[in-house]
Protein backbone atom coordinates (compact mmCIF):
# COMPACT_ATOMS: atom_id res chain seq x y z
CA UNK A 1 0.00 0.00 0.00
CA UNK A 2 0.89 3.36 -0.69
CA UNK A 3 2.14 5.52 2.34
CA UNK A 4 3.62 9.27 3.05
CA UNK A 5 6.27 9.58 5.76
CA UNK A 6 7.24 12.50 7.13
CA UNK A 7 10.18 12.23 9.68
CA UNK A 8 9.97 15.28 11.91
CA UNK A 9 6.84 16.38 13.38
CA UNK A 10 8.70 19.59 14.63
CA UNK A 11 12.19 21.46 12.79
CA UNK A 12 13.19 24.75 14.45
CA UNK A 13 15.59 27.18 12.06
CA UNK A 14 17.01 30.09 12.81
CA UNK A 15 16.07 32.74 10.08
CA UNK A 16 18.76 32.87 7.23
CA UNK A 17 19.75 29.27 7.84
CA UNK A 18 18.57 26.52 5.71
CA UNK A 19 15.50 24.58 6.12
CA UNK A 20 15.21 20.65 5.11
CA UNK A 21 12.16 19.23 5.44
CA UNK A 22 11.90 15.07 5.17
CA UNK A 23 9.70 13.46 3.35
CA UNK A 24 9.94 9.20 2.43
CA UNK A 25 7.20 7.62 0.84
CA UNK A 26 6.54 3.81 -0.34
CA UNK A 27 5.24 2.83 -4.04
CA UNK A 28 4.77 0.09 -6.11
CA UNK A 29 4.80 2.37 -9.30
CA UNK A 30 6.54 5.91 -10.01
CA UNK A 31 4.01 8.34 -7.90
CA UNK A 32 3.45 11.81 -8.40
CA UNK A 33 4.48 14.23 -5.17
CA UNK A 34 3.30 17.35 -3.55
CA UNK A 35 4.38 19.17 -0.99
CA UNK A 36 1.68 21.50 -0.10
CA UNK A 37 2.05 24.75 2.92
CA UNK A 38 -0.91 25.64 6.00
CA UNK A 39 -0.14 28.75 7.44
CA UNK A 40 -2.93 28.99 10.96
CA UNK A 41 -6.26 28.94 10.59
CA UNK A 42 -5.66 28.57 6.30
CA UNK A 43 -6.06 25.99 3.97
CA UNK A 44 -3.70 23.96 1.74
CA UNK A 45 -1.24 25.61 -0.23
CA UNK A 46 0.50 23.96 -3.33
CA UNK A 47 4.13 24.45 -2.59
CA UNK A 48 5.33 22.45 -5.85
CA UNK A 49 4.97 18.59 -7.08
CA UNK A 50 6.77 15.87 -9.22
CA UNK A 51 5.21 14.22 -11.99
CA UNK A 52 8.49 12.14 -13.42
CA UNK A 53 10.37 15.20 -15.04
CA UNK A 54 12.49 16.60 -13.99
CA UNK A 55 13.81 15.03 -10.72
CA UNK A 56 14.64 18.51 -9.40
CA UNK A 57 11.62 20.38 -8.91
CA UNK A 58 11.59 24.16 -7.94
CA UNK A 59 8.05 25.63 -5.96
CA UNK A 60 6.63 29.06 -4.94
CA UNK A 61 8.94 31.17 -2.12
CA UNK A 62 12.09 29.72 -2.86
CA UNK A 63 11.13 26.46 -2.13
CA UNK A 64 12.72 23.09 -3.81
CA UNK A 65 12.49 19.54 -3.53
CA UNK A 66 14.28 16.83 -4.97
CA UNK A 67 13.03 13.07 -6.10
CA UNK A 68 15.17 10.58 -5.09
CA UNK A 69 13.81 7.22 -6.71
CA UNK A 70 16.82 5.21 -4.72
CA UNK A 71 16.28 6.61 -1.36
CA UNK A 72 12.13 6.92 -1.91
CA UNK A 73 12.53 10.19 -0.40
CA UNK A 74 11.32 13.75 -1.88
CA UNK A 75 12.52 16.12 0.94
CA UNK A 76 11.80 19.97 0.81
CA UNK A 77 14.67 22.65 1.52
CA UNK A 78 15.34 26.41 1.32
CA UNK A 79 18.89 27.85 1.20
CA UNK A 80 17.64 30.74 3.75
CA UNK A 81 14.70 30.62 5.57
CA UNK A 82 12.17 33.77 6.51
CA UNK A 83 9.73 34.21 9.52
CA UNK A 84 6.96 34.33 7.12
CA UNK A 85 7.70 30.32 6.30
CA UNK A 86 6.50 29.47 9.71
CA UNK A 87 4.23 27.37 9.06
CA UNK A 88 2.78 23.29 8.96
CA UNK A 89 3.99 21.41 5.87
CA UNK A 90 2.92 18.10 3.86
CA UNK A 91 3.83 15.96 2.08
CA UNK A 92 1.60 14.07 -0.51
CA UNK A 93 1.52 11.54 -3.24
CA UNK A 94 -1.19 10.66 -5.29
CA UNK A 95 -2.52 7.01 -5.01
CA UNK A 96 -3.34 5.21 -8.38
CA UNK A 97 -7.06 6.56 -7.72
CA UNK A 98 -5.61 10.02 -8.05
CA UNK A 99 -6.95 10.53 -3.69
CA UNK A 100 -4.19 12.39 -1.63
CA UNK A 101 -2.08 10.42 0.67
CA UNK A 102 -0.91 12.89 3.41
CA UNK A 103 1.80 12.79 5.63
CA UNK A 104 1.27 13.97 8.95
CA UNK A 105 3.08 16.84 8.97
CA UNK A 106 6.12 18.60 9.94
CA UNK A 107 5.97 22.12 11.74
CA UNK A 108 8.24 24.27 10.91
CA UNK A 109 9.29 27.20 13.72
CA UNK A 110 11.75 30.07 12.39
CA UNK A 111 13.36 32.08 15.16
CA UNK A 112 14.74 35.24 15.17
CA UNK B 1 -6.67 33.68 -9.84
CA UNK B 2 -9.54 30.89 -9.55
CA UNK B 3 -9.90 29.33 -6.07
CA UNK B 4 -11.95 27.25 -4.39
CA UNK B 5 -14.02 28.68 -1.24
CA UNK B 6 -15.86 26.92 1.70
CA UNK B 7 -18.33 28.10 4.13
CA UNK B 8 -19.58 28.42 6.57
CA UNK B 9 -15.70 29.11 7.92
CA UNK B 10 -16.78 27.69 11.41
CA UNK B 11 -19.62 25.53 12.33
CA UNK B 12 -20.52 24.71 15.95
CA UNK B 13 -23.28 22.20 15.82
CA UNK B 14 -24.95 19.96 18.90
CA UNK B 15 -24.20 16.29 18.76
CA UNK B 16 -27.15 14.45 16.65
CA UNK B 17 -27.63 17.44 14.86
CA UNK B 18 -27.43 17.31 10.35
CA UNK B 19 -24.55 19.57 9.14
CA UNK B 20 -24.25 20.72 5.36
CA UNK B 21 -20.33 21.88 4.27
CA UNK B 22 -20.81 24.02 1.41
CA UNK B 23 -18.22 24.19 -1.39
CA UNK B 24 -17.62 25.50 -5.05
CA UNK B 25 -15.05 24.15 -6.70
CA UNK B 26 -13.17 26.43 -9.61
CA UNK B 27 -15.58 26.20 -12.38
CA UNK B 28 -14.34 24.05 -14.98
CA UNK B 29 -12.79 21.06 -12.56
CA UNK B 30 -14.80 18.35 -12.93
CA UNK B 31 -13.42 15.88 -9.50
CA UNK B 32 -14.19 17.15 -6.54
CA UNK B 33 -12.97 15.66 -3.13
CA UNK B 34 -13.59 16.38 0.71
CA UNK B 35 -10.80 15.84 3.21
CA UNK B 36 -10.31 16.11 6.60
CA UNK B 37 -8.19 16.86 9.24
CA UNK B 38 -8.91 16.27 13.20
CA UNK B 39 -6.92 18.41 15.12
CA UNK B 40 -2.88 17.82 15.64
CA UNK B 41 -3.13 14.85 12.98
CA UNK B 42 -2.72 14.62 9.25
CA UNK B 43 -5.31 15.40 6.40
CA UNK B 44 -7.24 12.17 5.50
CA UNK B 45 -9.07 11.81 2.46
CA UNK B 46 -12.96 11.28 2.89
CA UNK B 47 -14.68 10.83 -1.07
CA UNK B 48 -13.81 11.85 -4.31
CA UNK B 49 -17.31 12.73 -7.26
CA UNK B 50 -17.08 12.59 -10.73
CA UNK B 51 -19.83 12.85 -13.28
CA UNK B 52 -22.30 13.11 -10.59
CA UNK B 53 -21.46 10.39 -8.17
CA UNK B 54 -18.60 9.12 -6.00
CA UNK B 55 -15.74 7.54 -7.03
CA UNK B 56 -14.59 6.56 -4.49
CA UNK B 57 -14.69 6.67 -0.45
CA UNK B 58 -12.88 5.77 2.58
CA UNK B 59 -13.76 3.72 5.55
CA UNK B 60 -14.27 7.06 7.45
CA UNK B 61 -17.59 8.10 4.81
CA UNK B 62 -20.01 5.65 6.36
CA UNK B 63 -23.31 5.99 6.38
CA UNK B 64 -23.48 9.40 8.56
CA UNK B 65 -21.85 11.27 5.48
CA UNK B 66 -22.79 11.95 1.74
CA UNK B 67 -22.15 14.25 -0.91
CA UNK B 68 -24.12 16.34 -3.70
CA UNK B 69 -23.43 18.77 -6.41
CA UNK B 70 -26.59 20.32 -6.75
CA UNK B 71 -26.90 22.92 -9.20
CA UNK B 72 -23.66 22.39 -10.95
CA UNK B 73 -21.68 24.64 -8.61
CA UNK B 74 -21.73 23.91 -4.99
CA UNK B 75 -20.80 20.99 -3.38
CA UNK B 76 -21.76 19.39 -0.20
CA UNK B 77 -20.97 17.26 2.46
CA UNK B 78 -23.72 16.04 5.10
CA UNK B 79 -23.28 14.94 8.15
CA UNK B 80 -26.27 13.42 8.94
CA UNK B 81 -26.56 12.97 12.96
CA UNK B 82 -23.04 14.72 14.11
CA UNK B 83 -20.78 13.05 16.58
CA UNK B 84 -18.12 14.40 18.81
CA UNK B 85 -15.61 12.86 16.89
CA UNK B 86 -16.58 14.31 14.02
CA UNK B 87 -15.25 17.41 15.12
CA UNK B 88 -12.46 18.75 12.34
CA UNK B 89 -11.61 20.67 9.59
CA UNK B 90 -13.23 19.81 6.39
CA UNK B 91 -11.41 20.76 3.24
CA UNK B 92 -12.70 20.37 -0.21
CA UNK B 93 -10.66 20.08 -2.77
CA UNK B 94 -10.77 20.16 -6.75
CA UNK B 95 -8.98 19.06 -9.84
CA UNK B 96 -9.70 19.79 -13.62
CA UNK B 97 -8.93 16.32 -15.05
CA UNK B 98 -6.13 13.70 -14.83
CA UNK B 99 -3.75 14.59 -17.67
CA UNK B 100 0.33 15.48 -16.78
CA UNK B 101 -0.60 19.11 -15.66
CA UNK B 102 -3.92 18.75 -14.52
CA UNK B 103 -3.78 16.37 -12.17
CA UNK B 104 -3.09 19.11 -9.00
CA UNK B 105 -5.54 19.41 -6.52
CA UNK B 106 -6.93 22.95 -5.62
CA UNK B 107 -7.92 23.25 -1.78
CA UNK B 108 -10.50 25.47 0.16
CA UNK B 109 -9.85 27.26 3.01
CA UNK B 110 -11.35 24.74 5.20
CA UNK B 111 -14.53 24.10 7.22
CA UNK B 112 -14.41 23.97 11.12
CA UNK B 113 -16.48 21.77 12.90
CA UNK B 114 -17.31 22.12 16.17
CA UNK B 115 -19.36 19.02 17.74
CA UNK B 116 -20.53 20.22 21.25
Known amino acids: AQSVTQLDSHVSVSEGTPVLLRCNYSSSYSPSLFWYVQHPNKGLQLLLKYTSAATLVKGINGFEAEFKKSETSFHLTKPSAHMSDAAEYFCAAYSGTYKYIFGTGTRLKVLA | EPEVTQTPSHQVTQMGQEVILRCVPI?????FYWYRQILGQKVEFLVSFYNNEISEKSEIFDDQFSVERPDGSNFTLKIRSTKLEDSAMYFC??????????????FGPGTRLTVL
Open chain 2, 27 to 31: SNHLY
Open chain 2, 93 to 106: ASRLSVGVGTDTQY
